[in-house]
């Protein structure tokens, strides 16, 4: 890494974020103005907009609209470098971080914002045959398996039709807005020739435990009209080739397991020999600094964030993603700018979940920090359109804002998905063609 | 298949359209008022607008943009069934066809539009070394190899940047197409950190050689202006992993090779048990007919249909496809209604070749078969802009139609395109996940 000096010669400091989820990407934008050479660092050169990737795996939206090049992003940001590459250790002695291909990156302030991996909280079997919906590589994995799952159905259904069934575990946002994609799926694709079948499973006693009770019982009668399974209450023990096994006993019989039920803090957080959570979270402080290491902070899913007061860690959600990594950018733009540091204070600014066309749910504090009983709580059209609302406003980057309103519009009037199309994965053999190609070997 | 009978109680016909490309589609488009029952079978469950693969394959287009879902575009069809499945054999005694999976489908009109496959003409090395661009598989990989090649050159670039080096052979459309659109992507993708150098090959005398000579002139001004190493006259005899040789010897040293130089008739048509030309073409009568088999017809890159007093058939072009499916559709209809068949006369509309932003070359006859000097032959924005109207009006299915409108718009004023993003392919290991992934062998 240069450090080219600044106008008056000194030298630059230089700023690292590690990760370009929602919590990177607000902290790189909160450094815009700060003379610094900041690196955004990630494994991919894209950020996903993590709250429609069930869209992208149930064949709604296509990933490039859910996928945003980050030196697209950040066009405008003359004092922010993109980099691709994926870290295994950090150096404190020397302040540096060193990735994956041997390469080193120096800092003077970190922000970790590595986020979270899927935590299959060792049910067995379920790593090796479920299909997780945590990135947009499961994403794509998960719509080529439905797709082709659909596609073969439509070609061998007799006359009745075909039924394939689907099971979604987790009763949370993602598993709601999954299981409720899903129930029009088949028909959007493939048309009256084959039905999905969904059975979602959640463990604790209702649906999005995180929102109130009116709206966890809204999203429940609302997926039962649809036609979805509901099984509040119950766990799966095991998962196998076809089918998963409940803690009755009970087995449910698929080819197709969807895991929504977890994610766990990016393993990367073992590698900093910090002490951590039992959730491996990096436990910081109300500055949001990593204990024992000034000029360090940390944000988003990586970190766990006690409110004062409050007994647990702020949930892992987007919107606490985004507020505590504008909040660790400031805080490094701060002691750039040798003013004092400030506590993070939450915002809880509501929560929202899709259930269909045109229906949701929501819930709205009327002030900061409202109890339940002073939180608006709604569903169906009203909700939904707050929900698109919200969401093309928080897009980020103009073109798909555009491009994912006009897909929204034009699913919404025609039932069409612009994601529907079957790829050939890259090294998938290709028809009777000359060209040799590679075999994947499942 | 289920015959079913119409109103008066007669069996409807079954009508079988061979290939979801250009011609079949129209084939398929021309039968929409027909009492019939039409299956279109295609191997994908879409249609891939090939003349913009090169943007997919250069990362401007999403492949989503390219590619529409069949069901999607004939919805409005009900005598229409798509059906997604690879034939491997045709059965003339009872009038069906078999497929890959074993399943078989019986026809009374069958329409051969399978299209063409690449062509690597036996130069050693080329199937291995070289990045075919004629599938949307094709340009996925591509994409993805160029966008790895770029991040990786971009993390590792010295202060003078890095250069990367791409050889593409063949000086056609597709080529000249290809070329033009590399000149600018690495710029594009990752900024000044790196260039990309391109070398266009083309074995006969000049580019374009479908077109006037005016026209080949202007091409071949133009992207050596724009740092293309155009070599005409020189034709490559082998290709190996970091290179290609020439006829004269040189040895070209590149990672990417990219093969734009041929295609052949479909496979398929030597499991017909018809006599084919040199280039596995079916040779069909003025009507389109395949000989000695009533009710079949061939149209598209799988036949060879040679105007009358014309010597050679009419050029593999997306334009002949078009045209010669829609005709061999009409004459089916013809066949059903106990109408006379019609003679196939194509109608020469000109050429078009994109160059770069806003710059193409075009020649338009000023009469149906005007000779080359009175054709409009003129390049730059005009012919860009007449290029983009003509691709509009032909971009199958109005979604599509919207989107590639505007994200060329937004491709064009912002220089960033839509398919940058360097997606993980769905089967290659992701980060320390314990979700066991599956390797690629390359």
């Given at each position: 890494?240069?450090?080219?000096?600044?106008?008056?010669?000194?030298?630059?400091p230089c700023v690292v974020i590690l990760g370009?989820?929602?919590a990177g990407?607000h902290a790189a934008?909160a450094l815009?103005?700060v003379?610094a050479?900041i690196?955004?660092?990630?494994?991919?050169?894209?950020?996903?907009?993590?709250?429609?990737?069930?869209?992208?795996?149930?064949?709604?939206?296509?990933?490039?609209?859910?996928?945003?090049?980050?030196?697209?992003?950040?066009?405008?940001?003359?004092?922010?470098?993109?980099?691709?590459?994926?870290?295994?250790?950090v150096n404190w002695a020397?302040r540096s971080l060193?990735?994956?291909?041997?390469?080193?990156?120096?800092f003077d302030y970190l922000i970790l914002a590595a986020g979270?991996?899927?935590?299959?909280?060792?049910?067995?079997?379920?790593?090796?045959?479920?299909?997780?919906?945590?990135?947009?590589?499961?994403?794509?994995?998960?719509?080529?398996?439905?797709?082709?799952?659909?596609?073969?159905?439509?070609?061998?259904?007799?006359?009745?039709?075909?039924?394939?069934?689907?099971?979604?575990?987790?009763?949370?946002?993602?598993?709601?807005?999954?299981?409720?994609?899903?129930?029009?799926?088949?028909?959007?694709?493939?048309?009256?020739?084959?039905?999905?079948?969904?059975?979602?499973?959640?463990?604790?006693?209702?649906?999005?435990?995180?929102?109130?009770?009116?709206?966890?019982?809204?999203?429940?009668?609302?997926?039962?009209?649809?036609?979805?399974?509901?099984?509040?209450?119950?766990?799966?023990?095991?998962?196998?080739?076809?089918?998963?096994?409940?803690?009755?006993?009970?087995?449910?019989?698929?080819?197709?397991?969807?895991?929504?039920?977890?994610?766990?803090a990016n393993?990367l957080s073992r590698a900093l020999g910090v002490t951590l959570t039992?959730h491996g979270q990096i436990p910081v402080d109300p500055q949001l600094r990593v204990p024992d290491h000034p000029g360090v902070f940390a944000a988003g899913d990586l970190a766990a964030i006690t409110p004062p007061g409050d007994?647990?860690p702020l949930?892992?959600?987007?919107?606490v993603a985004i507020e505590t990594g504008r909040h660790a950018g400031e805080q490094v733009a701060r002691l750039i700018h040798h003013t004092p540091l400030t506590a993070f204070r939450y915002?809880?600014?509501?929560?929202?979940?899709?259930?269909?066309?045109?229906?949701?749910?929501?819930?709205?504090?009327?002030?900061?920090?409202?109890?339940?009983?002073?939180?608006?709580?709604?569903?169906?059209?009203?909700?939904?359109?707050?929900?698109?609302?919200?969401?093309?406003?928080?897009?980020?980057?103009?073109?798909?804002?555009?491009?994912?309103?006009?897909?929204?519009?034009?699913?919404?009037?025609?039932?069409?998905?612009?994601?529907?199309?079957?790829?050939?994965?890259?090294?998938?053999?290709?028809?009777?063609?000359?060209?040799?190609?590679?075999?994947?070997?499942?």
């Open positions: 890494m240069s450090t080219p000096a600044s106008a008056d010669g000194r030298r630059r370009a989820g929602f990407l934008h815009r103005h003379d050479d690196t955004l660092l990630d494994k991919n050169n894209y950020h996903t907009f993590q709250p429609l990737l069930y869209q992208v795996g149930t064949g709604y939206l296509a990933p490039e609209e859910v996928g945003v090049a980050l030196r697209a992003v950040f066009r405008r940001q003359p004092n922010l470098t993109v980099r691709v590459g994926e870290v295994v250790s020397d060193r990735c994956r291909d041997g390469s080193t990156l120096g979270a991996h899927t935590n299959f909280f060792g049910i067995p079997g379920m790593p090796e045959h479920s299909w997780p919906l945590y990135t947009l590589t499961d994403a794509i994995r998960l719509r080529h398996h439905l797709l082709s799952t659909l596609e073969q159905a439509a070609n061998t259904a007799g006359p009745d039709g075909a039924q394939i069934t689907t099971v979604v575990v987790g009763g949370g946002p993602t598993g709601v807005e999954t299981a409720g994609a899903l129930t029009s799926m088949a028909h959007e694709v493939v048309g009256p020739v084959a039905t999905l079948a969904v059975t979602l499973i959640e463990a604790g006693p209702r649906l999005l435990g995180a929102f109130t009770k009116r709206c966890s019982q809204l999203a429940l009668t609302d997926l039962r009209r649809r036609g979805v399974d509901v099984r509040l209450g119950q766990s799966v023990t095991a998962a196998h080739p076809h089918g998963v096994t409940l803690a009755s006993g009970e087995h449910i019989p698929t080819d197709t397991i969807i895991w929504a039920a977890g994610v766990q393993h039992r007994q647990r949930p892992m959600l987007a919107p915002h809880d600014n509501g929560l929202m979940a899709v259930l269909g066309r045109g229906d949701a749910v929501a819930e709205l504090p009327l002030f900061p920090g409202a109890p339940n009983h002073y939180r608006l709580q709604f569903g169906g059209r009203a909700a939904w359109l707050l929900w698109l609302g919200v969401h093309i406003v928080y897009l980020i980057g103009f073109r798909n804002r555009l491009q994912v309103l006009i897909d929204w519009a034009w699913s919404y009037l025609t039932s069409r998905g612009a994601g529907a199309i079957l790829l050939t994965p890259p090294n998938t053999p290709t028809a009777p063609s000359p060209t040799p190609t590679r075999s994947i070997p499942d």
